[in-house]
């Protein structure tokens, strides 16, 4: 007995170091690209008034928190990625699970809709907001296609790349949900195509209701991938830059439309630029305001989602 249990012992922990030789290569990618660099981030926002050409500072504290937390162009940032977290996040789902149910029931020319739903998450981010500066800004030559539109239906025409705020941020909430929809279409169209159609049938010879159907079938069946769009939703949305520069330029303060990753962009390399310690101690609020969300997301999911 102990011959035998001392053989399965020893295979049992060869398999079990096999593991940590396969796992090896991803816990040094990790540990190089994402624990370190965020060890290091961590000790530049205690590090005040860090220099980069001499490499030294000369306290450390909180400091570099309080003055970004008392920033005005920092609270402006944080104010426009919340709007925008909450705003896209719900809607491009919501839009998303309608369009993918939608397609789910179509059969002739089911592909060709996929395809053309899928186009603007392919189409570089910069070409997409020169498309959308097209149908929205207004200049001396021409109102833009939108107000175009407005104007037909007897409204007046709106500014909304270089105008009133609530313009400006329609703008962008719309963008994004436009670049985020075909992702979330993709994969929501894959989940539904996934679920057993046993049910569906077992459902209709009760004379159960499409609605009913829809909230005690399809939802739960597709609930993780929902779940997961929303999780990587507002991880997506919270580090949000590139889609602003693309519709209102470089200089996002001058027209109030930051976001907290371009406040850190320009703390490090913007016309403000030369502040690391101020740009890490903003990153890492941001990093705490993901992480928080992620795990009350995640904590919900668990007891919300069906496996």
């Known amino acids: 007995m102990c011959a035998k249990w001392d053989i399965r012992r020893n295979e049992y922990m060869k398999s079990g170091l096999k593991g940590w030789v396969y796992l ?3 816990i040094l990618f990790l540990g190089a690209f994402m ?19 001499s490499q030294t500072y000369y306290d450390v ?9 008392h920033d005005q ?25 309608l369009i993918s149910v939608g397609l789910s029931s ?7 809709y996929e395809t053309v739903y899928f186009l603007p998450y392919v189409t570089n981010t910069l070409a997409v907001g020169l498309v959308f500066m097209i149908l929205f800004k207004k200049t001396a030559y021409s109102d833009g296609l939108v107000n175009l539109v407005i104007n037909w ?4 025409s709106v500014d909304f790349i270089d105008g009133p ?6 703008v962008l909430c719309f963008y994004t949900v436009w670049v985020v929809l075909p992702f979330k279409i993709l994969l929501l169209t894959s989940a539904l195509s996934s679920v057993d159609r046993s049910y569906y049938n077992a459902a209709k010879v009760d004379g159960t209701s499409s609605l009913r159907i829809f909230t005690k079938i399809t939802l739960p069946m597709i609930s993780p991938t929902m779940f997961y769009l929303i999780v990587t939703g507002f991880i997506g949305a919270f580090k949000a ?39 890490s101690a903003a990153a890492i609020i941001l990093f705490a305001i993901v992480l928080t969300i992620t795990c009350i997301n995640l904590l919900i999911s668990r007891k919300h989602t069906h496996y």
Request: proline share 4%; net charge negative; glycine share 10%.
């Open 153 to 156: 239906f007897g409204g007046s």
């Open 165 to 170: 705020y609530w313009a400006k941020m329609f």
């Open 73 to 97: 162009y920092f609270l402006q940032a944080l104010k426009n990625t919340f709007i925008l977290v909450i705003i896209t996040v719900p809607v491009s789902t919501g839009l998303a699970l």
């Open 61 to 69: 504290g909180l400091y570099n928190f309080s003055y970004v937390l």
């Open 35 to 53: 624990v370190y660099p965020l060890i290091d981030v961590f000790i530049y926002s205690l590090e005040e008034g860090f220099n980069f050409a």
């Open 241 to 279: 830059y590139s889609d602003a520069v693309a519709l209102f330029g470089t200089d996002l303060n001058a027209s109030g439309m930051n976001t907290i990753v371009g406040y850190v962009y320009d703390m490090l390399y913007g016309d403000s630029g030369g502040y690391p310690s101020y740009a």
């Open 24 to 26: 090896l290569p991803a």
């Open 106 to 112: 179509i059969k002739p020319l089911r592909k060709l």
